[in-house]
């Protein structure tokens, strides 16, 4: 399985990024999820969306970030909206090909990683 993850860049703060990860293989059957990583922090989750299509988001991005997915394009995607210098970080996508029941938030199960790309918010 190859992912990879696109749409970083830099953006004010108050503005608006849409990330996309585009994945190889059986993709209607995995749960999917962002994780960041700031310089310096470990690694975190973002948001999570279940083969199903049900989701999950950290603390710090609800109601802020919106998690989707297009099994028609095996793509899955990060509306992120009210971006704070906070949410500076490498964002990851990450698929479970085993397709664990209900929405997955702690990283273990994810056994395909995308190789990230930079949100940088400046204030």
């Known amino acids: 399985v190859q992912l990879q993850a696109s749409g970083g860049g830099l953006v004010q703060a108050g503005g608006s990024l849409r990330l996309s990860c585009s994945a190889s293989?059986?993709?209607?059957?995995?749960?999917m999820g962002w994780f960041r990583q700031a310089a310096g922090k470990e690694r975190e989750f973002v948001a999570a969306?279940?083969?199903?299509?049900?989701?999950a988001y950290g603390d710090s991005v609800k109601g802020r970030f919106t998690i989707s997915r297009d099994n028609a394009k095996n793509t899955m995607y990060l509306e992120m909206n009210t971006l704070k210098p906070e949410d500076t970080a490498v964002y990851y996508c990450?698929?479970?090909?085993?397709?664990?029941?209900?929405?997955?938030?702690?990283?273990?199960?994810?056994?395909?990683w995308g190789q990230g790309t930079l949100v940088t918010v400046s204030s």
């Open positions: 990450a698929a479970d090909t085993a397709g664990t029941f209900g929405v997955v938030t702690t990283r273990g199960p994810y056994d395909y």
């Open positions: 969306i279940s083969r199903t299509g049900n989701t």
């Open positions: 293989g059986r993709f209607s059957r995995y749960g």
